[in-house]
């Protein structure tokens, strides 16, 4: 099993709980539509089938037991010493079940394992990322990304929890 395969939920509310796992080639389209969706409605960057693909061994997905992507997330990696974590999106019909917790806990613990100790975010939902543990933090510290001023800058430790992220691995 690799790193970051398979995480069970089972406080999900549902029949069968979604698993998580890293996405695999056949996820690509389900992944992109997905992501699509909120793109359209200017909450998400887009990426096209074909960005996905290409990195496709950089995301994590939550899918039901059809294989149908539900939630999605990716690791973004500029540097040894810089790690992102974007296309964060979870289907309307399955809000409200965790699934975003999941998909971000198992993208962190890739980082972890990929030797990241921190990861940031830039995000429209800074609340979704505080309750999971991400301060605010000043956007110059990631020139990449000053283009983008309608959006929060926020990031979380993660050598603080090797345990639980080694766990997660």
């Known amino acids: 099993m690799t790193p970051v395969e398979l995480v069970r939920d089972p406080s999900l509310r549902s ?88 998909v971000v806990h198992a993208v962190e613990a890739l980082a972890a394992v990929r030797g990241h100790d921190t990861v940031f975010a830039h995000t429209l939902q800074p609340e979704f990322f505080a309750a999971l543990g991400y301060e605010a933090t000043d956007r110059a510290a990631y020139p990449e990304k000053r283009a983008r001023p309608h959006t929060l800058c926020v990031r979380r430790a993660l050598a603080g929890e090797p345990a639980a992220l080694a766990a997660a691995a």
């Open 15 to 102: 029949g069968q709980a979604p698993v998580v796992r890293r996405a695999r080639p056949a996820d690509v389209a389900g992944i992109s539509a997905l992501v699509a969706e909120w793109a359209a409605e200017a909450l998400l960057l887009p990426r096209s089938a074909a960005e996905v693909a290409r990195a496709v061994e950089d995301y994590v997905v939550a899918v039901d037991g059809r294989g149908t992507v539900l939630a999605c997330a990716a690791l973004r990696e500029y540097s040894p010493s810089l790690a992102e974590l974007t296309s964060v999106a979870v289907s309307r019909a399955a809000h409200g079940r965790g699934l975003g917790r999941l």
